[in-house]
Structures are given as structure tokens and as C-alpha cells.
């Protein structure tokens, strides 16, 4: 049974094992754990902290909310919702990966106050928590690495709130082919020599095409509204290299 006290994880991996992809996928979440947060100072030259800033900011999340961030990873939009949702509200932060879930609770206790955050160990295609349950909801860095992104825009539509939002960041294959150089020599001369000085050249060769496969700005919108989404709009960011999928369940 999964526990809601603040600081607490729970399996909530669905019965089972993951299919191939998704143990993969797991994997290289785990391993990266230790490096993921300067890896991801590397890759967005630094300007991730103000995406996420902007990130919880379009949620729309208020004083008082229950809030949750999927694919939570290290913890860093889970604590900034609880920094806005304020002693009164709460969030769940869930992630597959033990490894950054343990990495997420030991940087949240380092905070004074303590933030309200519940941290939840489960697959976002198969999400413990009741219909309607959130006020709003944040994804960073998540929705590129599921194995089925319509999938998991059903789930995250499904424990909404009627009327509720939900921002969700993460890299994109820009359309502008000299932005997408830009965004190539990153990964070539930054990000993979700094994995491979941790010995994870592996785990981060799934970037490219995980970038690669990612459906555009438009073809998200598309799919968060056959997911149900009563409004959805993607902001591109960084020349195309960032963007923020914003959505809205309708009102009942």
C-alpha cells in the first residue's frame, strides 16, 4: 500500500515486470542518479532551473494545492511546487527510479522548513492515485523517456482535477537546422565527455534519439487533447531546443 507521509516512497511499479524498454529505461535512470543534476547543468548551459521556475509558474499552482510532478527525478520542480503551494498545501513527487527518488528526499530535508512532499515510488503509465485527485501537476524531462506518451497524458489527465493544469517541460529536436547544430555540439563536446568521465557514455547515448523521436510542439497538442485535454498549448523555448506543454482538463 502506498504511504502519503511527508519524506516517505512506496512501490507502486505495477504488477509484474516492466516490459524490456521500460526496465532499460529504469536502468539508466538509477546509474545516473549521482551525475543527473550537473549532467543537466551541462546540457541546458545552466538556464534548466529558470525553465523549471517557469514551469511551475504555467501549472497554475496556487497556496493550499495538492500538487504532483512526474518523473520527479532529483527533486528540484517538486520542491519548487511546494515552495508554492506553501505549508498549507502538498505534493507528491513520483518517479520510477529509487536512486533519484533517495537523492530527491536527502536534498528536500536540507530545506527549512521542511517542504510537504510525499515522494512515490511508480510507473506514470500506471499512476496510485484517485480520479481527480490534483490541483495541478508539473513533468520535467519526462514525457520524452515514457514508453507510451499518449498513455501517460491519460493517466495524468485521469487523477486531474476538473479545470486543473498541467506544465510539462523537456528537450526538443529544434526544426531550425543551425539551432539543432547548436544543440548537437552540446551533446558532442559537453554532455558526453562529462559522461563518459563518469562512466556513463552509455546511459546518455539514448539522448539523440530520444530527441529524434519526440513528437513536435503540434503533434503533443494533438495528443493531449485525444487524451482528453480541453485546452493545450506548447511554448517552444531555447530556439526550439526547450519547450512547455501546457494543458487544461475540461470543466465538468
Not at 72 to 99: M, T, Y
Not at 102 to 121: D, F, G, L, M, N
Not at 222 to 230: I, M, S
Not at 239 to 246: A, K, P
Request: glycine share 8%.
Amino acid at each position: 500500500m502506498m504511504k502519503t507521509s511527508d519524506g516517505d516512497r512506496a512501490s507502486c511499479l505495477p504488477s509484474g515486470p516492466p516490459t524490456a524498454s521500460e526496465a532499460e529505461i529504469q536502468g539508466i535512470f538509477n546509474r545516473i542518479a549521482p551525475v543527473y543534476d550537473r549532467l543537466n547543468d551541462w546540457l541546458s548551459l545552466g538556464q534548466h532551473r529558470i525553465w523549471k521556475m517557469m514551469t511551475v509558474k504555467w501549472s497554475h499552482a496556487r497556496p493550499g494545492d495538492r500538487c504532483l510532478d512526474l518523473c520527479c527525478g532529483s527533486g528540484d520542480l517538486a520542491i519548487l511546487l511546494a515552495e508554492q503551494v506553501g505549508s498549507s498545501g502538498e505534493v507528491f513527487g513520483v518517479d520510477f527510479s529509487s536512486a533519484q527518488l533517495e537523492i530527491a528526499r536527502q536534498r528536500s530535508e536540507t530545506h527549512y522548513p521542511p517542504p510537504k512532499i510525499s515522494w512515490v515510488e511508480a510507473n506514470v503509465l500506471h499512476l496510485p492515485f484517485a480520479d481527480n485527485f490534483f490541483d495541478a501537476a508539473t513533468m520535467g524531462y519526462g514525457l520524452r523517456n515514457v514508453t507510451d506518451i499518449a498513455g501517460s497524458l491519460r493517466q495524468l489527465h485521469r487523477v486531474l482535477k476538473p479545470g486543473a493544469t498541467a506544465a510539462i517541460l523537456d528537450f526538443h529536436h529544434p526544426s531550425n537546422s543551425l539551432v539543432r547544430g547548436f544543440q548537437q555540439w552540446c551533446l558532442q563536446a559537453i554532455v558526453v565527455p562529462v559522461a563518459t568521465a563518469n562512466g556513463l557514455e552509455d546511459e546518455y547515448a539514448y539522448i539523440t534519439p530520444s530527441l529524434e523521436k519526440f513528437p513536435p510542439g503540434p503533434q503533443q497538442i494533438q495528443l493531449a487533447r485525444e487524451a482528453g485535454f480541453a485546452h493545450a498549448t506548447h511554448y517552444p523555448l531555447a530556439g526550439g531546443m526547450m519547450g512547455v506543454l501546457v494543458v487544461t482538463k475540461g470543466q465538468r
